[in-house]
């Protein structure tokens, strides 16, 4: 029982963590947070899934529409919300997003409907039994996507010229600013890699349960930031590990304690480690966010 | 900037209340020659939120109903009219609903809500101001204590889980049964009833797992459950859910038999479980193998109106609810010459031998629940559900 928990727990904090990536990518480079990521998650998996059906089957075709919906919803959320009071009180923003994303699921609601919609194709045929486990080609899937996507992150941020101007941008804006960096691009940048992240991620999570429903976005996207919090937001890999071992934690909790207190074991361990650890897992100095 | 966004908002809040007030003037001006001949019913349920799309399949079960109900009239030629309040089956909403419904003294009867929860909030504010609460779909056994203008259309979990733990055992043979159930008032009366039926038929429980209404991922609960190696699971879920578990079960490798209470009988399940849901035996409220009259007809234009293969519980059920109360409103009509909210109440209470769809004929008991409630055990097999039959 031991592998197949780690497997699920892994699969579902690959999910956790392209949404966790986007908010530490977010957080580390405005000090703000941004509550409708997960509703930018819904629409990119929405797009995917009704490109989908409309193609016949494209995948790749209906890849590509959640990733320039969602990355796109991701720039203009940094238009409404957090450019106009980049230098205000951060509280603006986040209730800005909060209406966002009530105002994106209601939309999505009036538009599709209330129920839940399938993936439609069986995903899950391919299994590889191990013993007692069992792991599904999708899973297997998930799970490389989520961490390929991650390698391509790191090496965007360290080794490309924009991904300096992010590191730059994210230590300090003016600095970076006077040195002739544009960062009202960079920032629009950082918003746009989050988003289409969190767009693939929806469709993936969208295929994974075969569950697509205008509300699919809140509780992950919850669960998604505290992982990063608790690998220590504003850093990649933090966000990542924290959100992978946030998976691992439910999935343990749930199958050898109980799964009516799956959360309230998960936060526990988590509120610990903030409480020794106040910058996360692996959360260093402010300097070094991105 | 900040100034800027300020007038927009100051703008928006200006018009959004001219609005109301152009809108307040407009429905004044005509109202009173027109209310005469309708007859309001408030129904009070999730059109948003978390349980939207349950919502959604009334709204299709109460259109049908009026449509019938409207051409006929009632009380003498009167209409029915629905207003409709969204509770998204949120305890606190539901009650701020009631409110609102019971100081409005053009609405005769009220249908609230989804879960037992929400039903319940809102029923003490029904009973002290005399309003029918009639709720579709909660199946607690308990529902109807909180006061005499409560009613249940649902059969209840004792009688669910009675039926459940028949099949399972005597049908079954199980000897080892698992029961997965969603962790609120309906779920847990599910496992609670089945659990007790089951031990006392001698039956080993071989796992209890609960889950929450937002839950997707069932494989952590699902994996503890394949170490007690049941033969059959039991669900306490809705039909979302119940094909996600089912799906992500046979993901991985359980093969029990999985068997359900009533409230997975749609045919969504199919759309969301596909083929892994064949095999998988539910109890329907309503006779499948058998219809009568009412049910034939009901389906009959449901499916042409919709373009669907066939309603699910809650359509069924709401499209009762109506005329049930609309029953009500006749007798008392016809009694008293006057409808009053005391008037449908009574004649409701006493309503017997009522030809349905959801159930062949509904009598209500002294507790204003279903007197012998029956269920009919039906098996989801390639996109259908046919009678089960050992």
Same mark, same amino acid.
């Given at each position: 029982?031991?592998?197949?928990?780690?497997?699920?727990?892994?699969?579902?904090?690959?999910?956790?963590?392209?949404?966790?990536?986007?908010?530490?990518?977010?957080?580390?480079?405005?000090?703000?947070?941004?509550?409708?990521?997960?509703?930018?998650?819904?629409?990119?998996?929405?797009?995917?899934?009704?490109?989908?059906?409309?193609?016949?089957?494209?995948?790749?075709?209906?890849?590509?529409?959640?990733?320039?919906?969602?990355?796109?919803?991701?720039?203009?959320?940094?238009?409404?919300?957090?450019?106009?009071?980049r230098n205000e009180s951060p509280l603006s923003p986040?209730?800005?997003?909060?209406?966002?994303?009530? /105002?994106?699921?209601?939309?999505?609601?009036?538009?599709?409907?209330?129920?839940?919609?399938?993936?439609?194709?069986?995903?899950?045929?391919?299994?590889?039994?191990?013993?007692?486990?069992?792991? /599904?080609?999708?899973?297997?899937?998930?799970?490389?996507? /989520?961490?390929?996507?991650?390698?391509?992150?790191?090496?965007?941020?360290?080794?490309?010229?924009?991904?300096?101007?992010?590191?730059?941008t994210s230590q300090r804006i003016e600095a970076a600013?006077?040195?002739?960096?544009?960062?009202?691009?960079?920032?629009?940048?950082?918003?746009?890699?989050?988003?289409?992240?969190?767009?693939?991620?929806?469709?993936?999570?969208?295929?994974?349960?075969?569950?697509?429903?205008?509300?699919?976005?809140?509780?992950?996207?919850?669960?998604?930031?505290?992982?990063?919090?608790?690998?220590?937001?504003?850093?990649?890999?933090?966000?990542?590990?924290?959100?992978?071992?946030?998976?691992?934690?439910?999935?343990?909790?749930?199958?050898?304690?109980?799964?009516?207190?799956?959360?309230?074991?998960?936060?526990?361990?988590?509120?610990?480690?903030?409480?020794?650890?106040?910058?996360?897992?692996?959360?260093?100095?402010?300097?070094?966010?991105? | 900037?900040?100034?800027?966004?300020?007038?927009?908002?100051?703008?928006?809040?200006?018009?959004?209340?001219?609005?109301? $007030?152009?809108?307040?003037?407009?429905?004044?001006?005509?109202?009173?020659?027109?209310?005469?001949? *309708?007859?309001?019913?408030? #129904?009070?349920?999730?059109? @948003?939120?978390?349980?939207?799309?349950?919502?959604?399949?009334?709204?299709?079960?109460?259109?049908?109903?009026?449509?019938?109900?409207?051409?006929?009239?009632?009380?003498?030629?009167?209409?029915?009219?629905?207003?409709?309040?969204?509770?998204?089956?949120?305890?606190?909403?539901?009650?701020?609903?009631?409110?609102?419904?019971?100081?409005?003294?053009?609405?005769? #009867?009220?249908?609230?809500?989804?879960?037992?929860?929400?039903?319940?909030?809102?029923?003490?504010?029904?009973?002290?101001?005399?309003?029918?609460?009639?709720?579709?779909?909660?199946?607690?056994?308990?529902?109807?204590?909180?006061?005499?203008?409560?009613?249940?259309?649902?059969? @209840?979990?004792?009688?669910?889980?009675?039926?459940?733990?028949?099949?399972?055992?005597?049908?079954?043979?199980?000897?080892?049964?698992?029961?997965?159930?969603?962790?609120?008032?309906?779920?847990?009366?599910?496992?609670?009833?089945?659990?007790?039926?089951?031990? #006392?038929?001698?039956?080993?429980?071989?796992?209890?797992?609960?889950?929450?209404?937002?839950?997707?991922?069932?494989?952590?609960?699902?994996?503890?459950?394949?170490?007690?190696?049941?033969?059959?699971?039991? $669900?306490?879920?809705?039909?979302?859910?119940?094909?996600? *578990?089912?799906?992500?079960?046979?993901?991985?490798?359980?093969?029990?038999?999985?068997?359900?209470?009533?409230?997975?009988?749609?045919?969504?399940?199919?759309?969301?479980?596909?083929?892994?849901?064949?095999?998988?035996?539910?109890?329907?409220?309503?006779?499948?193998?058998?219809?009568?009259?009412?049910?034939?007809?009901?389906?009959?234009?449901?499916?042409?109106?919709?373009?669907?293969?066939?309603?699910?519980?809650? #359509?069924?059920?709401?499209?009762?609810?109506?005329?049930?109360?609309?029953?009500?409103?006749?007798?008392?009509?016809?009694?008293?010459?006057?409808?009053?909210?005391?008037?449908?109440?009574?004649?409701?209470?006493?309503?017997?031998?009522?030809?349905?769809?959801?159930?062949?004929?509904?009598?209500?008991?002294?507790?204003?629940?279903?007197?012998?409630?029956? $269920?009919?055990?039906?098996?989801?097999?390639?996109?259908?559900?046919?009678?089960?039959?050992?």
């Open positions: 029982m031991l592998t197949q928990q780690i497997i699920n727990g892994l699969t579902l904090g690959s999910l956790y963590a392209l949404l966790a990536v986007g908010f530490s990518l977010i957080c580390g480079i405005l000090n703000m947070i941004t509550f409708s990521h997960g509703e930018i998650f819904m629409i990119g998996a929405f797009s995917g899934l009704y490109t989908i059906i409309a193609l016949g089957g494209n995948l790749p075709l209906g890849l590509a529409a959640a990733v320039v919906v969602s990355a796109a919803a991701g720039i203009l959320t940094e238009r409404i919300a957090f450019r106009p009071f986040a209730l800005i997003t909060i209406g966002l994303s009530i /105002s994106l699921q209601a939309g999505i609601l009036l538009l599709f409907g209330a129920d839940t919609k399938p993936f439609p194709y069986n995903v899950s045929a391919h299994k590889f039994i191990l013993g007692n486990t069992v792991i /599904s080609g999708i899973e297997v899937f998930v799970i490389g996507i /989520s961490i390929l996507l991650m390698i391509m992150l790191h090496l965007f941020i360290h080794y490309t010229r924009w991904g300096l101007a992010l590191r730059a600013d006077i040195m002739g960096i544009s960062t009202n691009r960079i920032i629009a940048i950082a918003f746009c890699t989050a988003s289409l992240l969190a767009g693939i991620d929806g469709l993936l999570a969208g295929a994974y349960y075969s569950a697509f429903y205008p509300r699919m976005g809140v509780a992950i996207s919850l669960k998604a930031l505290a992982g990063a919090t608790f690998g220590g937001i504003g850093s990649i890999q933090g966000a990542m590990a924290g959100a992978l071992s946030l998976g691992v934690i439910e999935s343990l909790a749930a199958g050898y304690i109980s799964a009516s207190y799956r959360d309230v074991i998960a936060f526990t361990i988590l509120i610990f480690v903030l409480l020794i650890k106040p910058s996360g897992l692996l959360g260093q100095m402010r300097e070094e966010k991105v | 900037m900040n100034t800027f966004v300020k007038k927009i908002a100051g703008l928006l809040s200006v018009g959004v209340l001219s609005i109301g $007030l152009l809108a307040g003037c407009g429905s004044g001006s005509d109202k009173a020659s027109k209310d005469d001949n *309708i007859i309001y019913l408030g #129904a009070a349920g999730p059109f @948003t939120g978390d349980n939207a799309e349950y919502g959604t399949e009334w709204k299709k079960g109460f259109d049908i109903a009026l449509e019938e109900i409207n051409a006929k009239g009632v009380a003498g030629g009167k209409k029915l009219q629905i207003i409709y309040e969204d509770t998204q089956s949120d305890p606190k909403q539901s009650a701020t609903v009631a409110q609102k419904f019971v100081k409005n003294d053009k609405i005769y #009867a009220v249908f609230c809500d989804f879960t037992t929860n929400s039903t319940w909030s809102a029923a003490p504010i029904y009973q002290k101001a005399g309003l029918v609460q009639l709720a579709p779909n909660p199946s607690h056994p308990q529902l109807t204590k909180p006061g005499n203008y409560i009613f249940q259309l649902c059969p @209840t979990q004792a009688d669910q889980a009675k039926a459940l733990s028949t099949l399972a055992v005597d049908e079954l043979k199980a000897k080892k049964i698992a029961v997965i159930y969603l962790n609120t008032d309906f779920g847990k009366a599910v496992k609670d009833n089945v659990v007790t039926a089951a031990k #006392a038929k001698g039956v080993e429980i071989a796992g209890e797992e609960s889950y929450l209404p937002t839950d997707k991922d069932f494989k952590a609960q699902l994996t503890k459950i394949k170490t007690g190696n049941p033969e059959v699971i039991v $669900l306490g879920s809705y039909y979302t859910d119940g094909a996600l *578990i089912v799906k992500q079960a046979r993901d991985l490798g359980i093969n029990a038999q999985f068997i359900a209470s009533s409230s997975v009988h749609s045919p969504a399940l199919f759309q969301l479980g596909g083929s892994a849901v064949n095999g998988l035996i539910t109890m329907s409220v309503f006779n499948v193998s058998n219809p009568g009259e009412t049910l034939k007809n009901f389906s009959a234009k449901y499916s042409s109106k919709y373009k669907a293969n066939e309603p699910d519980t809650f #359509a069924t059920q709401a499209y009762d609810a109506i005329r049930l109360i609309a029953n009500a409103i006749n007798k008392t009509y016809e009694k008293n010459k006057k409808v009053t909210r005391q008037g449908i109440r009574d004649e409701l209470a006493s309503t017997k031998d009522f030809p349905a769809a959801s159930q062949d004929s509904i009598t209500y008991s002294a507790n204003r629940q279903l007197e012998n409630a029956k $269920l009919y055990p039906i098996i989801a097999k390639d996109g259908k559900f046919l009678p089960y039959k050992k």
